[in-house]
């Protein structure tokens, strides 16, 4: 079974700047959740999406945003760039929706997005 | 989600056991203990999780205590491999609410 995939893997945006992000969750699953992590702030969740809907939100500002599609992919936005925002990003994904399992959450191997 | 308490960094020499201890003295009677690790470079990985009673799967051991508000990750022979920030995490239920509240880990180096 295929894991999660995120392209692209590296990034460079200048500030100011948009950027969007991919991730494929494994196959069957329908929980995707994204995380930033820098080394000052540690690992931090930004927001979970089930079933095309958000069902989970963290702390950050208006301008990171996602959406999931009807196949499970998803994709998160971050809009005019700060340098702040340099960051691996991480997608994992979870859920078959088997009653009584554990949905771990598989995580990809982030997009290392770099802000000049 | 409880708080959770973790010693920075911990040294093992190979082959020997890997003891890591988590404090979580807030933990609710609904909350599962989770352990997760990240290997450099790589997102993380799931190892194990449990509520009250002891658990073990093919990477490690889960030790929780009977008051609930401390428990220890082994990994029974460590290897190089095993290098790596390890998480506690405190959260409720084993549903598909994915939200993980990761602190700052324990750094293990495993050496020769």
């Known amino acids: 079974k295929a894991g999660v995939t995120q392209t692209p893997r590296y990034l460079i945006k200048t500030r100011g700047q948009q950027v969007t992000l991919s991730c494929s969750p494994i196959s069957g699953h329908r929980s995707v959740s994204w995380y930033q992590q820098t080394p000052g702030q540690g690992l931090q969740f930004l927001f979970e999406y089930f079933s095309e809907t958000q069902r989970n939100k963290g702390n950050f500002p208006g301008r990171f945003s996602g959406r999931q599609f009807s196949n499970s992919r998803s994709e998160m936005n971050v809009s005019t760039l700060e340098l702040g925002d340099s960051a691996l990003y991480l997608c994992?994904?979870?859920?078959?929706?088997?009653?009584?399992?554990?949905?771990?959450?598989?995580f990809g191997p982030g997009t290392r997005l770099t802000v000049l | 989600d409880a708080k959770t308490t973790q010693p920075p960094s911990m040294d093992c020499a190979e082959g020997r056991a890997a003891n890591l201890p988590c404090n979580h003295s807030t933990i609710s009677g609904n909350e599962y203990v989770y352990w997760y690790r990240q290997i450099h470079s790589q997102g993380p990985q799931y190892i194990i999780h449990g509520l009250k009673n002891n658990e073990t799967n093919e990477m490690a051991s889960l030790i929780i205590t009977e008051d609930r508000k401390s428990s220890t990750l082994i990994l029974p022979h460590a290897t190089l491999r095993d290098t790596a920030v390890y998480y506690c995490?405190?959260?409720?239920?084993?549903?598909?609410?994915?939200?993980?509240?990761f602190g700052t880990g324990t750094r293990l180096q495993v050496t020769l």
């Open positions: 995490i405190v959260r409720v239920g084993t549903g598909t609410a994915s939200k993980l509240t």
């Open positions: 994992a994904s979870s859920g078959t929706g088997l009653a009584g399992t554990y949905n771990e959450q598989f």
